[in-house]
């Protein structure tokens, strides 16, 4: 069981950034590979970015490519999303997720192949 928990959202304006944060428990992070998604009320939950249990590669949704970015901290089972000149149109409820390695590379931007989410954390960009 991977417990998720994110932080870091808020309100900002058009060219800020944010930093998201996303802390998970058990002591096999390194296992799983880890996704941001996003979601507006009443659709369905969107791929942003993953990043695999080594973290040594990385996939972006076009529309953030340049401007956001994922990482991970493995020894601080945390994984983070830079997100710098934010515009109004990624105002949304991020999601991170957990998703076993092993299917990484076939189903990172799949949601429903994720096995473990957290909470969610609201971003609003205003213009």
């Known amino acids: 069981q991977v417990q998720l928990v994110e932080s870091g959202g808020g309100l900002v304006q058009t060219g800020d950034s944010l930093r998201l944060s996303c802390a998970a428990s058990?002591?096999?992070?390194?296992?799983?590979?880890m996704g941001w998604f996003r979601q507006a009320p009443g659709t369905e939950r969107l791929f942003v970015a993953a990043?695999?249990?080594?973290?040594?590669?990385?996939y972006n949704v076009v529309s953030v490519k340049g401007r956001f970015t994922i990482s991970r901290d493995n020894a601080k089972n945390t994984v983070y999303l830079q997100m710098n000149s934010l515009k109004p149109e990624d105002t949304d409820v991020y999601y991170c997720?957990?998703?076993?390695?092993?299917?990484?590379?076939?189903?990172?931007?799949?949601?429903?192949?994720?096995?473990?989410w957290g909470q969610g954390t609201q971003v609003t960009v205003s213009s």
């Open positions: 990043i695999s249990g080594s973290g040594r590669t990385t």
């Open positions: 058990g002591r096999t992070f390194s296992s799983y590979a």
């Open positions: 997720a957990a998703l076993d390695d092993s299917r990484y590379s076939s189903s990172y931007y799949r949601a429903t192949m994720y096995d473990y």
